[in-house]
């Protein structure tokens, strides 16, 4: 079946520092690629996307690079602050189908040392 | 807040209960969801609805019963769980079913089934 695959699951990094995390997608009908970010004891929360006609996106220390060829799409987040603390997943869905059919990856536990 | 309310946060039950986990969303949006968060599957979708009619049931077992009497509360009914149903059980709600519409999820029921 079509699958998203997040790497890694858990990430540690520096107050500061920068942290990538990394999807590959397996269905080529896929053009929309949300991240979400889930705080503890909350439900996931949209925090950007990026559609399959643009290669990157920004917004402050934010960012998401797509690269269809290689059908791999990264989220950066930059001079980490400890509020970044948080799991994040991406996920990759059709906009032209159901959002029932959106597929999630495992998550990647990120923590932001001070 | 996301606008997306569950009662109850946490849950305890015995194997023989009859217990229901209630959703409501204030954002007038027409689709909502279910989804169950473990450690194996971290966003498995459940069931989805759309103007209040299932359109989606993966494969769930039914001990697991859904309830949409109207676009801005769901429910879903529980009885005879097993031990391995204990998860964080996430609902979420989206304007419609368009595969790049956001999800706004709520912060989940914590089920422990004993």
């Known amino acids: 079946g079509e699958n998203v695959e997040q790497h890694p699951s858990t990430l540690s990094v520096q107050e500061g520092d920068s942290a990538v995390i990394k999807c590959t997608y397996s269905d080529s009908a896929s053009n929309y690629f949300p991240w979400y970010k889930q705080e503890l004891g909350k439900g996931p929360q949209l925090i950007i996307d990026i559609r399959s006609n643009v290669g990157e996106k920004k917004d402050q220390r934010i960012a998401v690079t797509l690269n269809k060829t290689a059908k791999h799409f990264s989220l950066h987040i930059t001079e980490t602050q400890p509020e970044d603390s948080a799991v994040y997943f991406c996920a990759a869905s059709d906009e032209y189908s159901s959002a029932s059919k959106i597929i999630f990856g495992s998550g990647t536990r990120l923590s932001i040392r001070p | 807040e996301t606008g997306v309310t569950q009662t109850p946060r946490h849950l305890v039950m015995g194997m023989t209960n009859k217990k229901s986990l209630k959703c409501e969303q204030h954002?007038?949006?027409?689709?909502m969801y279910w989804y169950k968060q473990s450690a194996k599957k971290p966003l498995e979708l459940m069931f989805v609805y759309n103007f209040k009619e299932q359109t989606e049931n993966n494969s769930v077992p039914s001990r697991f019963s859904p309830e949409c009497p109207n676009s801005s509360h769901l429910f879903l009914h529980l009885h005879t769980l097993q031990p391995e149903d204990s998860a964080l059980y996430l609902c979420a709600s989206s304007q419609t079913l368009a595969g790049d519409n956001e999800q706004f999820f709520g912060p989940g029921t914590r089920l422990t089934v004993l």
């Open positions: 954002l007038g949006h027409n689709a």
